[in-house]
């Protein structure tokens, strides 16, 4: 359970960098000043990729969040992390969605980037990342989680964990682990006797 809380932590850090970054698909970088626009940069430290990354919200936006897990409890501790996010005065909302099974996310999600209307965050199977990746949709959280003002510690998750999130032909972090779980084979064995009639 602790783990969980942890991530869900993670979660609440990922939607404030999301919100701030641009749109997955958006290859424009934000502009370094927009005088009649509603982004401008925002000094980090004197650092001009932190400004690019981290830019000034002038106006209110939407950070919308996809997922398919349907365990009660762990559907309550969502919507009570997103319920609390929201009620922050931030000018940031989260507009959580969730679908019934892996696979009607999965042709969701496909659906949603074929349209242009990819959601911002999705907590799904690693499995699907590649085909994200390949379609140009996913962002490299690289740079969020190595800013030094807001980056992440990702020493609290297992390298093997990590592995699933960095490890493809194109570098960079695509996701991180949320809800690690292992499959496993169960064998039973069964004592079987015969009887002889005679």
Sequence with gaps: MKRLTCSLLVLCMLLSLAACGSKPGDSSSPPSSTPSGNVTSTPSGGDEAGSELFPERTEPITVTFWHSNTQESIVKTFTEIVDSFNALDNNITVELVQYSSADDLNTAVTGAIMSGTAPDLVMGSTIYIIDYLNAGALVDMTPYIESEEYGL??????????????????????????????????????????LHVA
């Design 153 to 194: 510690d990702l020493s609290d998750f297992y390298d093997c964990w990590l592995e699933n999130s960095n490890n493809y032909d194109i570098p960079g972090y695509y996701g991180l682990p949320m809800l690690p779980y292992s499959e496993v084979v169960y064998y039973f064995l069964v004592n079987v006797g015969i």
